[in-house]
T-cell receptor, first 114, second 112 residues
């Protein structure tokens, strides 16, 4: 298995633009997590899904952020409009079961908003 | 102004020595714990896990110890190698939830 696949690896965008980050979880995994990593706040859980359904989005910073999981093999995290303080590395992770097993992380998308 | 980032504690060890990385977790209701290793430019990578009904678990060159009384977790790496240089995170999951909450991390530097 190729592991969790994220795209793009790097994204540079101007403030105010829409940004869409993409994730393909490991086949057979039914839980998916979006994390954000910054020097200021470390690794923060933004939202997680189980069987394509959002379970907890309390970590989403504000309404500019939204996430979808239209099917078991694809998820998106969208920021609209983007702001410089959104600059971070965004990780997607998946696991076989919701809680109780390890989550496997993708390589991350480094987002820079200028 | 200059932003102030998280201060990552750093552990420096000589190659071949044993390393012990510590983590204090916050929630006494946490029932599952994981250690992750993150190398520069990569995502966190699973090392070892432990459930709250255990106090010790061993893997290949790694051992995790759990002390629920003082809410403390440690990762021991035997015969530390240059490839072990990375940032190590502990993560906890509270019983009844599915959130993995990560600690701030410890940077391990292996000296040749």
């Amino acid at each position: 298995d190729a592991g969790v696949i994220q795209s793009p690896r790097h994204e540079v965008t101007e403030m105010g633009q829409e940004v869409t980050l993409r994730c393909k979880p490991i086949s057979g995994h039914n839980s998916l997590f979006w994390y954000r990593q910054t020097m200021m706040r470390g690794l923060e859980l933004l939202i997680y899904f189980n069987n394509n359904v959002p379970i907890d989005d309390s970590g989403m910073p504000e309404d500019r952020f939204s996430a979808k999981m239209p099917n078991a093999s694809f998820s998106t995290l969208k920021i609209q409009p983007s702001e410089p303080r959104d600059s971070a590395v965004y990780f997607c992770a998946s696991s076989q079961a919701l809680g109780g097993t390890e989550a496997f992380f993708g390589q991350g998308t480094r987002l820079t908003v200028v | 102004g200059e932003s102030v980032g998280l201060h990552l504690p750093t552990l420096s060890v000589q190659e071949g020595d044993n390393s012990i990385i510590n983590c204090a977790y916050s929630n006494s209701a946490s029932d599952y714990f994981i250690w992750y290793k993150q190398e520069s430019g990569k995502g966190p990578q699973f090392i070892i896990d432990i459930r709250s009904n255990m106090d010790k678990r061993q893997g290949q060159r790694v051992t995790v110890l759990l002390n629920k009384t003082v809410k403390h977790l440690s990762l021991q790496i035997a015969a530390t190698q240059p490839g072990d240089s990375a940032v190590y995170f502990c993560a906890e999951k509270a019983s009844g939830t599915y959130k993995y909450i990560f600690g701030t991390g410890t940077r391990l530097k292996v000296l040749a």
